[in-house]
């Protein structure tokens, strides 16, 4: 599974800074747009309304996530059992980016998700570190956050594709080539994803977490992957994450 190279004068559409589509389909738009209110509504039952920002994410097709068409018609698998930790942990970050702004010791807000094959076939994902540069690589990783009713003040959330932390903050800028991984039936997975990542130089994203505050958030993520030549999507359960003062 390849995912789609994006061309410059193809790039995906920008999002803005609640993560919405922008220059789409007046209905995917809409669409999109009522799901994160229902997301960062804080009235909103968290688990409904997460998954409906994920799912109208895929059908959206914001950030040309793995150049698959149709991900909104995907219907939900069992196939993957995910599982996303209850806390995160801030690891050096790569300083002079979107993400990280002018802070001479930025820390990256990660954490981690697991995946397990519990089906009785491969399964093949693809994962992407973060990226500072350009268009937004295709990842097989969707994320939707809020704040809990208890930290509303903390920046308000949204819906972002999910970046693996990067693994040389301080080397060379890298090459964002996807890491592919094939996982046999019983076989888990785990990694760390970039809750503060706020997009490239050229392209704003929307950080799921303020990075500067203390607090807890309302987080569900969804994974791409591929079993038996056929392209599914499953969903983690809502967490509680947690995220630690400077």
Same mark, same amino acid.
Request: aromatic residues 4%; negative net charge.
């Given at each position: 599974?390849e995912p789609?190279?994006?061309? #410059?004068?193809? &790039?995906?559409?920008?999002?803005?800074? #609640?993560? %919405?589509p922008?220059d789409?389909?007046?209905?995917?738009?809409? /669409?999109?747009?009522? %799901?994160? %209110?229902? $997301?960062?509504? +804080?009235?909103?039952?968290p688990g409904?309304?997460?998954?409906s920002?994920?799912?109208? @994410?895929?059908?959206?097709?914001?950030?040309?996530?793995?150049?698959? !068409?149709e991900?909104?018609?995907?219907?939900?698998?069992?196939?993957? &059992?995910?599982?996303?930790?209850?806390?995160?942990?801030? *690891?050096?970050?790569?300083?002079?980016?979107?993400?990280?702004?002018?802070?001479?010791?930025?820390? #990256?807000?990660? @954490? !981690?998700?697991?995946?397990?094959?519990?089906?009785?076939?491969? $399964?093949?994902? !693809?994962?992407?570190?973060?990226?500072?540069?350009?268009?937004?690589?295709?990842?097989?990783? *969707?994320?939707?956050?809020?704040?809990?009713?208890?930290?509303?003040? #903390?920046?308000?959330?949204?819906?972002?594709?999910?970046?693996?932390?990067?693994?040389?903050?301080?080397?060379?800028?890298?090459?964002?080539?996807?890491?592919?991984i094939?996982?046999?039936?019983?076989?888990?997975?785990?990694? =760390?994803?970039?809750?503060?990542?706020?997009?490239?130089?050229? @392209?704003?994203?929307a +950080?799921?977490v303020?990075?500067?505050? %203390?607090?807890s958030?309302?987080? =569900?993520?969804?994974?791409l992957? /591929?079993?038996?030549?056929?392209?599914?999507?499953?969903?983690?359960?809502v967490?509680?994450?947690? *995220? +630690?003062?400077?």
């Amino acid at each position: 599974m390849e995912p789609r190279a994006v061309a #410059a004068d193809s &790039a995906p559409a920008r999002v803005d800074s #609640a993560g %919405a589509p922008q220059d789409h389909g007046e209905a995917a738009a809409a /669409e999109y747009a009522h %799901a994160l %209110a229902r $997301v960062m509504d +804080p009235s909103a039952p968290p688990g409904p309304a997460l998954r409906s920002g994920l799912r109208a @994410m895929l059908g959206s097709d914001t950030l040309g996530l793995m150049g698959w !068409t149709e991900l909104g018609s995907l219907e939900s698998s069992s196939d993957l &059992a995910i599982s996303l930790s209850s806390g995160t942990r801030r *690891v050096p970050a790569r300083p002079h980016t979107r993400s990280c702004g002018d802070r001479p010791d930025c820390r #990256a807000v990660a @954490m !981690t998700v697991r995946a397990t094959n519990a089906s009785a076939a491969p $399964v093949h994902l !693809t994962l992407r570190e973060e990226w500072h540069g350009g268009a937004f690589p295709p990842t097989s990783v *969707v994320l939707c956050a809020r704040p809990r009713s208890s930290d509303a003040g #903390a920046a308000t959330a949204g819906c972002s594709p999910g970046y693996v932390v990067e693994s040389h903050p301080k080397g060379e800028l890298p090459i964002s080539a996807p890491r592919e991984i094939e996982l046999a039936p019983g076989a888990a997975t785990s990694f =760390e994803v970039r809750l503060d990542w706020a997009g490239t130089g050229s @392209m704003i994203g929307a +950080p799921l977490v303020d990075p500067l505050l %203390a607090a807890s958030y309302y987080v =569900e993520a969804g994974l791409l992957f /591929e079993t038996g030549g056929q392209r599914r999507v499953s969903y983690s359960e809502v967490e509680t994450v947690s *995220v +630690p003062s400077l």
